[in-house]
């Protein structure tokens, strides 16, 4: 079945501590967007991608990186620039404009 | 940047009842999508819809894009209709298909 697999679903970080979030689909979608949600809140975008080794600039950027080698592949790394990071990150995707958003299950991290 | 506001934040309904959900933005968009989340966190895609009507099953959803808002219809709910729902919608000035999302109306349906 086609979809959207981000792990770990749970994640612990120590501050001052990188840690990455792994995004992969194969929907062969060229779009893909990182979310970032907080409780009883909306999503938030960090940042997307439209097209192989090409990223964009969300809303909420500072403290995260990016990076989009493969097409199927969009990690997230929060940085210990982050200063609040303790979310629900969301990764989805899309075949282009005309098109809904398929999000994965998402991954909650704690740090602590 | 393009603001959504939803309508009501919270709603609890008895299952077999019927409901609206309200999406005002505050302009132009060419994308408008309605999700539903629900309690493990899983966002559904239920509607592409930057205008028009469009129905599936006791779901439907009608967009009047000249107006700035769109409604979800939520009929004959069930309990497993429960969660948070929201819309999100793509400004029209804004580069790239990214989507806005509005706060969210979480309902609960009571059995």
């Known amino acids: 079945d086609g979809g959207i697999t981000q792990s770990p679903k749970y994640l612990f970080r120590k501050e001052g501590q990188n840690v990455t979030l792994s995004c992969e689909q194969n929907?062969?979608?060229?779009?893909m967007y990182w979310y970032r949600q907080d409780p009883g809140q909306g999503l938030r975008l960090i940042y997307y991608s439209q097209i192989v080794n090409d990223f964009q600039k969300g809303d909420i950027a500072e403290g995260y990186s990016v990076s989009r080698e493969k097409k199927e592949s969009f990690p997230l790394t929060v940085t210990s620039a982050q200063k609040n990071p303790t979310a629900f990150y969301l990764c989805?995707?899309?075949?282009?404009?005309?098109?809904?958003?398929?999000f994965g299950s998402g991954t909650r991290l704690t740090v602590v | 940047g393009i603001q959504v506001e939803q309508s009501p934040p919270d709603l609890i309904l008895q299952e077999g009842a019927n409901s609206t959900l309200r999406c005002n933005f505050s302009?132009?968009?060419?994308?408008l999508q309605w999700f539903h989340q629900n309690p493990w966190g899983q966002l559904i895609n239920l509607f592409y819809i930057p205008s028009g009507t469009k129905q599936n099953g006791r779901l439907s959803a009608t967009t009047v894009a000249t107006e700035r808002y769109s409604l979800l219809y939520i009929s004959s709910s069930q309990t497993t209709d429960s969660g948070v729902y929201f819309c999100?919608?793509?400004?029209?000035?804004?580069?790239?298909?990214?989507?806005?999302f509005g706060g969210g109306t979480r309902v609960l349906v009571k059995p």
């Open positions: 999100a919608v793509g400004d029209v000035k804004a580069a790239g298909n990214k989507l806005t």
């Open positions: 989805a995707s899309n075949p282009g404009a005309d098109y809904g958003y398929t």
């Open positions: 929907l062969n979608h060229d779009a």
């Open positions: 302009d132009s968009v060419n994308n």
